[in-house]
């Protein structure tokens, strides 16, 4: 069965750019998304191959990591597209065969942006998910997402 697409979008309080370089500086998470994320390692440039692991900080869901790799970036164009390859065990949503998130942020006049989050999933026995774990899948990129106006807008000087 082919895969099953979800999406939203949601304005954002802040600018694309800024927006953009708190995508572009994940060791930065930890300190945006402080008590979600406590640590997080890189490995590579932050182009298509990277692999990040997202240490979730235990009071969430009971921890563990996310492991995701990127499969393009676009920094023009504000498009990261990432293919998750790990997450913790219990997660509420459920074992998936695969998961795959496309990001885009575009700019929405002077302080604002509009974030576009797209992901297509397939489960193991090629069935779908419920509603209600669908927005669970899309509530916690942007989720994320808040995490990263507010702590902007907090410091209106930091990716400035």
Same mark, same amino acid.
């Given at each position: 069965?082919?895969?099953?697409?979800?999406?939203? /979008?949601?304005?954002?309080?802040?600018? %694309? /750019?800024?927006?953009?370089? #708190?995508?572009?500086?994940?060791? +930065?998470?930890?300190?945006?998304? %402080?008590?979600?994320?406590?640590?997080?390692?890189? /490995?590579?440039?932050?182009?298509?191959?990277? #692999?990040?692991?997202?240490?979730?900080?235990? +009071?969430?869901? &009971?921890?563990?990591?996310?492991?995701?790799?990127? #499969?393009?970036?676009?920094? +023009? %164009?504000?498009?990261?597209?990432?293919? #998750?390859?790990?997450?913790?065990?219990?997660?509420?949503?459920?074992?998936?065969?695969?998961?795959?998130?496309?990001?885009?942020?575009?700019?929405?006049? +002077?302080?604002?942006?509009?974030?576009?989050?797209?992901?297509?999933?397939?489960? /193991? &026995?090629?069935?779908?998910?419920?509603?209600?774990?669908?927005?669970?899948?899309? &509530?916690?990129?942007?989720?994320?997402?808040?995490?990263?106006? &507010?702590?902007?807008?907090?410091?209106?000087?930091?990716?400035?």
């Amino acid at each position: 069965m082919a895969p099953v697409c979800i999406s939203d /979008e949601r304005a954002v309080s802040v600018s %694309a /750019e800024r927006v953009w370089k #708190v995508f572009s500086d994940a060791p +930065a998470m930890p300190k945006v998304c %402080a008590g979600f994320i406590d640590a997080i390692e890189v /490995e590579g440039d932050g182009g298509a191959g990277t #692999v990040t692991t997202m240490k979730l900080n235990p +009071a969430v869901d &009971d921890g563990g990591s996310f492991k995701t790799r990127v #499969v393009a970036r676009d920094n +023009a %164009a504000h498009v990261i597209k990432s293919e #998750v390859l790990d997450v913790p065990a219990g997660s509420k949503v459920g074992k998936l065969k695969s998961h795959v998130t496309e990001t885009k942020i575009e700019s929405a006049g +002077a302080g604002s942006c509009l974030a576009k989050i797209n992901v297509e999933y397939e489960l /193991e &026995d090629g069935g779908s998910l419920s509603p209600e774990k669908e927005k669970l899948i899309l &509530d916690g990129y942007f989720g994320m997402l808040k995490m990263i106006e &507010d702590y902007l807008v907090a410091h209106p000087t930091e990716y400035a």
